[in-house]
């Protein structure tokens, strides 16, 4: 879900290297300093979007956290076992259906 809400950005930072290198490449500039400058914006935006996937992480439980509320019932009659029954399964489908808020939603 992270990457594909980044996509775009992961694009432009790749067209970016390429029209860079290129750039270096055909002004006959000397690539070693292209790779040394890769380096030090690839480890700057590794450092950055491992606190960017850390905050989308966070609100994501966050927002799972409000839709599913870890309430312990405990039942006075048969209806609302039943209905507690229709929650618990209406909770797993809706783990299937998010497979990577599955280990979220358990922690």
């Known amino acids: 879900m992270y990457w594909r809400e980044r996509k775009h950005f992961i694009y432009a930072v790749l067209v ?32 950055f979007s491992g606190y960017d996937y850390y ?8 927002r799972l956290q409000q839709v599913v509320p870890q309430v312990d019932l405990n039942p006075q009659s048969q209806a609302e076992k039943d209905m507690l029954k229709l929650l618990e399964e209406q909770k797993s489908t809706t783990k299937r259906k998010l497979p990577r808020s599955n280990t979220l939603m358990t922690t």
């Open 55 to 62: 905050q989308f992480q966070r609100r994501h439980h966050q």
């Open 16 to 47: 970016i290297v390429v029209v860079i290198s290129l750039t270096f490449s055909l002004r006959g500039l000397p690539m070693r300093t292209f790779w040394s400058s890769l380096l030090f914006g690839m480890t700057v935006l590794i450092i």
